[in-house]
């Protein structure tokens, strides 16, 4: 089974607008983080919510998770064109494997 | 503010040469793991290692592959013979307590194999 599944696969917005990326994962998680990968770069981390919270900010970010639905979302406020970037969740399960599972990511491009 | 470094930034090799890729984990972590990403696929967990020893791996990481922290700061990938499959990007995280806490990646080795 597949963990860590975004959607959608691919956004484009207006800057100022708002972005949302969603992402699923079948198993149960201890946490799940998000990160930001400009291409062809490495992987920024920009929030690790746990289990046991529903939403987390910072800055322009909010992110939830919903541990009933097995799902998460970020919320990027106010885009920029610097926000253009792939967008990547990434679980941490209760269980197992010490090791981020990701999924496939969303391409994000701000469009100014 | 601490980062995680790797080197080099790209890697040009044949199949079956040897490669070896060096990261320098942030000083006080304690965990390390080095992933890879094939070119428009999913980051993929290759090994993680604590204390001196390796603590998971996945099925990716056969016998071609091994792992070393040869002194207080750098920790390092080998791949003993490499394969056309193996181009990709590796990337080398730390972090400070278990995985359960953030990962912090380094920028990432291009590795192409020819």
């Known amino acids: 089974s597949q963990q860590g599944e975004e959607d959608p696969q691919a956004l484009s917005i207006q800057e100022g607008e708002n972005a949302t990326m969603n992402c699923s994962y079948k198993t149960s998680i201890n946490n799940l983080q998000w990160y930001r990968q400009n291409s062809g770069r490495g992987l920024v981390h920009l929030i690790l919510?746990?289990?046991?919270?529903r939403e987390k900010h910072s800055g322009r970010l909010r992110v939830t998770l919903d541990t009933s639905k097995k799902s998460s979302s970020l919320l990027i406020t106010a885009s920029r064109a610097a926000d253009t970037a792939s967008y990547f969740c990434a679980t941490f399960r209760v269980q197992g494997a010490q090791k981020l599972v990701f999924g496939q990511g969303t391409r994000l491009t701000i469009n100014p | 503010e601490p980062e995680v470094t790797q080197t080099p930034s790209h890697q040009v090799t044949q199949m079956g040469q040897e490669v070896i890729l060096r990261c320098v984990p942030i000083s006080n972590h304690l965990y390390f793991y080095w992933y890879r990403q094939i070119l428009g696929q999913k980051v993929e967990f290759l090994v993680s290692f604590y204390n001196n020893e390796i603590s998971e791996k996945s099925e990716i990481f056969d016998d071609q592959f091994s792992v070393e922290r040869p002194d207080g700061s750098n920790f390092t990938l080998k791949i003993r013979s490499t394969k056309l499959e193996d181009s990709a990007m590796y990337f080398c995280a730390s972090s400070k307590a278990t995985g359960y806490n953030e990962q912090f990646f380094g920028p990432g080795t291009r590795l192409t194999v020819l």
């Open positions: 919510i746990r289990s046991n919270e």
